[in-house]
Nanobody, 127 residues
Framework: LVRLVESGGGEVQAGGSLRLSCQAS????????VGWFRQAPGKEREMVAS??????????SKSNSLKGRFTLSQDFAKNTVDLQADSLNLEDTAMYYC??????????????????WGQGTQVTVLS
């Protein structure tokens, strides 16, 4: 069973950048989809980006608040999936999680409700 550990969160000034990393161990092709999600206080969890690891297909949220500022990448040899976050603003303050899931026929990568979650890493954007 895959285990996920996030790192790279912290405090950053508005307009700054952070690089979040998700380290996977025990990876198997049964959990081929890995996604980054975030949850701000009082809000629902939302997907930021996801990737089919075995062939590298990446999906990004269509939310206007996220578009163009987040970039997902993977290092297959190191078993990491990173999220580069740029031009951060106060609304990006949230707990950021990575999650692994099996490919399913109900939707694209990131939509399977049956996920394995990491413990999260806090991102706080300061004014």
């Amino acid at each position: 069973l895959v285990r996920l550990v996030e790192s790279g969160g912290g405090e950053v000034q508005a307009g700054g950048s952070l690089r979040l990393s998700c380290q996977a161990s025990g990876y198997s092709y049964s959990e081929d989809c890995v996604g980054w999600f975030r949850q701000a206080p009082g809000k629902e969890r939302e997907m930021v980006a996801s990737i089919y690891r075995s062939y590298g297909r990446i999906y990004y949220s269509k939310s206007n608040s996220l578009k163009g500022r987040f970039t997902l990448s993977q290092d297959f040899a190191k078993n990491t999936v990173d999220l580069q976050a740029d031009s951060l603003n106060l609304e990006d303050t949230a707990m950021y999680y990575c999650a692994a899931e099996s490919i399913w026929h109900g939707g694209l990568c990131g939509t399977n409700p049956d996920k394995i979650w990491g413990q999260g890493t806090q991102v706080t954007v300061l004014s």
